[in-house]
């Protein structure tokens, strides 16, 4: 793994609840048998308005925007012919159970082949160059959870 991976994580806020750190994917990886495929839950609240780091070249567009027309299809180009499915993502209408305050805008579950697709993926490069810049700007708070295809 490249020492940009590790500075970002060793930099990054252990109060933002979006990044992908080094030792969530250590931890995932240990808890998750390896070659099953995998559901990844992602529950995310956007900005009203992007907010990129500085020297990061994007035009001014809203949170919503930056994750569905620049993050997703950069994900897609950078997961093209991986075993990846979007199985689907929707609004979300209403809390039931949940933390008072908290709220999301919309769920999504994707199913990889299994965790190393997944963490393949989020560990290059490109993706820490030129496609998790859309995610941070776009996201005000998310979640990402590893759900088991099957009991």
Known sequence: MSARILQRQKHGSPMNP????LQALDA?????PSGQPIYMLNLLRYRAQAR?????????????EAFNE?????????AAGKPLVRVFSVPVLAPIVGSPGE???????????D?????AIVETEEYIREVAPHRHAA??????????KAM
């Open 18 to 21: 979006i990044e992908i750190t």
């Open 28 to 32: 995932a990886e240990r808890a998750i």
């Open 52 to 64: 990129y780091e500085d020297g990061f070249d994007a035009a001014p567009c809203s949170g919503r």
């Open 70 to 78: 620049r993050y997703r299809p950069a994900f897609r180009r950078l």
């Open 103 to 113: 709220h999301w805008d919309e769920a999504a579950i994707n199913e990889y082949g």
């Open 115 to 119: 965790f190393a697709t997944f963490r």
């Open 139 to 148: 996201l005000e708070d998310f979640r990402l959870l590893a759900l088991a």
